[in-house]
């Protein structure tokens, strides 16, 4: 399936074709359609297999084509496992975004609470972030988690790993009040743990597991 083919706005069809994408990816294909109309996702499907666009397309969609529900604090917020994971999820929405009005800033661990916070009242649309320092934002109240829409987990079977579980309840819990959508995305199939998270946050989720046997 194309990229072409989705009913998707249609700067992010232009995007792709920038970058000589064509065809999705088989996790692109199949979370895609299911994220567009609305739906939770559980998603597993090893690394390299193109997640990242699996969830910003149909991200940045929502954003570039409804209004938001609440005037106060991000739409869209992204937890990633790691420093590095962050900033390369990040680098890829900076990439969907440049030219759009949508605004997105990046909450990392080790760096400075209170530049955060200052980025934080220039209330960006999507927070990309390390689960952790979210918390910590979380805690002292530097922004409002009640405009929340979207809530994505990448790689959530490594934030388990690292011992994320109840920070992400945390988060969940304080982003519940407008989540529309929660994304969960793990590169193992069969995670015990990845699925009690799932059963706890999740909403009639779309399971989708690219690479079981069949
Ligand atoms: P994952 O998160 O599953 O490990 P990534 O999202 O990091 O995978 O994608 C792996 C690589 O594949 C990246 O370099 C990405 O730009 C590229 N990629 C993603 N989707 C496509 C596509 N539809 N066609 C070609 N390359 C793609
Ligand atoms: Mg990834």
């Known amino acids: 399936m194309r990229f072409a083919e989705l009913t998707m706005h249609k700067r992010l069809k232009e995007a792709m074709a920038h970058l000589d994408y064509t065809e999705m990816t088989e996790v692109q294909a199949q979370t895609i359609p299911y994220a567009l109309i609305g739906r939770d996702l559980a998603v597993a499907s090893k690394t390299g297999s193109g997640k990242t666009l699996a969830y910003l397309l149909p991200l940045m969609h929502r954003l570039l084509t409804s209004r938001a529900l609440s005037t106060r604090g991000p739409r869209a917020l992204i937890l990633a496992p790691t420093r590095e994971l962050a900033k390369q999820v990040y680098a890829q929405l900076r990439f969907l975004v440049a030219g759009t009005q949508v605004h997105c800033s990046l909450v990392l661990g080790g760096e400075n609470f209170n530049d955060q916070i200052k980025a934080l009242r220039k209330t960006p649309e999507i ?27 990448d790689e959530a079977d490594r934030m388990l790993d690292l011992g994320f579980a109840d ?16 994304w969960l995305f793990s590169a193992t199939l069969n995670n015990q ?4 998270l799932s059963g706890y946050i999740l909403k009639a989720p779309q399971s989708i597991s690219i690479g079981e046997m069949h």
């Open 167 to 182: 920070a992400l309840k945390a988060i969940h819990s304080a982003a519940s009040h407008r989540l529309r959508q929660t």
């Open 127 to 153: 927070l990309v972030a390390t689960p952790g320092r979210l918390l910590n934002h979380l805690t002292a109240r530097s922004f409002l988690f009640d405009g929340v829409e979207i809530l994505v987990l």
């Open 193 to 196: 743990s990845v699925e009690m």
